[in-house]
Structure formats: structure tokens, C-alpha cells
């Protein structure tokens, strides 16, 4: 299996009439889509108009007033250890250990779900240019390299679903455009991808949209 390939499994996530308050705000008004191998869906709209909220319910870390979430026809509720094997999560936060190298981080996150080599997590550091950054405390790291290293744990993940909340926070345009190489590696070997992101990633490619919150 190539490095960045997605599991070799042929998903689809239906988001069916999603409805979802917080407090007194209906944030999540009849949200429905369809996300389909090798497609990229780009969640936009306004601070607080309830992206990361979306982002949640769709990995089944928050539950909604009413409507579904889908993996492959079947609730995510139904089968929650499945769909979490197929799932990446990134949040705004790296989940790093302060003390732990971005190898040791890796080999841990990592090593929680899948049996994973220490070549395939330096391959990984090296592709996310952070050779020179193995063996250090990630206290020691940039906001953009700690970025990296959070956004390494999804690559090694090798799911087919990955859920991005700003992936690109912190990257400076070099960083952006080396992320955009491994989301567009991802799509092509049948991966998906949702993400909230102030930017749009891979525009122009084909399988690629938008979904807007008001």
C-alpha cells in the first residue's frame, strides 16, 4: 500500500436533514449532502455559523436534535468502532505532547490504531519537509511545524475519511501547498475529505465543492 493511500475501502457519508442548537441558536438547519470517493466537500461561511459543530456531528462526537449521519447506508451510531477505524479527525488543536519528538508522537497517536513502522512515520515527517525536526521536543517546534506534525498523524492514518477543521492553520504558503499535494494523493486513491476551511484547497479540481452555512 502506498504511504498516503486511503484504506482500501469504498465509502460514501450521507448527512440526511441534520438539525442542531446550541443553547438557544439553531445552528444546523435541515443540513443534507452526499460525499463520495475521491471527493473533497469544503464547509464556508461566517465565525460561529456552526462549522466545527457540523464537523463533530459528522464524526459522531456530537449528537444532533434530529437527521442522520451515514457511512456506507448505515448510521454512524449503529456501527460506531467501524466507522471510527475508517475516520481521521483533525481538530483545531495539534494534540501534541510537549516533551515527545514529532517521531515519538507519531509512533504513539499512530501506533493507538495501527501497527506502524518508525520509516513510514520519518517518510511522513521528510514529505511534510520536517526531516530536520524528527528528534526534537515538539515544545521546541513552530505553530506551522506543530501543524505538520498534527496533520502527519492523518496521513499515517491510512483512512478513507478524513475531517479537517482548518487544516492549514498556522501554514505558512509552502506548508499549504505541500498539504494540498497530499489531500490531492488522497482523493485519487478514492479517499474523502470534509474540512472547515477560511481558504478553499484545490480549487479547480474536479470533485471538489462547496457547502455553505448561513
Known amino acids: ?51 466545527t459543530s457540523l464537523l463533530r456531528c459528522l464524526a459522531g462526537l456530537l449528537p444532533m436534535e434530529t437527521g ?20 481521521a479527525y483533525l481538530a483545531h488543536t495539534n494534540a501534541l505532547k510537549a516533551d515527545l519528538t514529532p517521531l515519538e508522537n507519531l509512533r504513539y497517536g499512530c501506533g493507538l490504531r495501527r501497527v506502524v513502522k518508525v520509516t513510514e512515520i520519518r517518510d511522513v515527517l521528510v514529505r511534510l519537509q520536517l526531516g530536520s525536526c524528527v528528534d526534537l521536543p515538539a515544545r521546541s517546534l513552530s505553530a506551522g511545524q506543530k501543524r505538520r506534525v498534527a496533520l502527519g498523524r492523518v496521513l499515517l492514518s491510512q483512512a478513507p475519511l478524513w475531517i479537517l477543521d482548518e487544516p492549514i492553520t498556522n501554514l505558512d504558503v509552502t506548508g499549504i501547498a505541500l498539504f494540498e499535494d497530499c489531500m490531492g494523493a488522497h482523493l485519487s486513491g478514492g479517499g474523502m475529505i470534509v474540512t472547515a476551511a477560511h481558504q478553499l484547497l484545490l480549487q479547480g479540481r474536479s470533485g471538489v465543492r462547496t457547502l455553505e452555512l448561513h
Do not use: Y
Not at 68 to 87: A, K
Open 68 to 87: 442522520s449521519v451515514e457511512w456506507c447506508g448505515t448510521p454512524v451510531h449503529e456501527q460506531r468502532d467501524q466507522f471510527q477505524q475508517q475516520l
Open 1 to 51: 500500500m502506498s504511504l498516503l493511500a486511503p484504506a482500501n475501502v469504498q465509502g460514501r457519508l450521507d448527512a440526511r436533514d441534520v438539525h442542531l442548537w446550541r443553547g438557544e441558536r439553531h445552528l444546523l438547519r435541515g443540513t443534507s449532502f452526499t460525499l463520495q470517493a475521491g471527493e473533497l466537500l469544503q464547509i464556508v461561511g461566517p465565525n460561529g455559523v456552526g462549522k
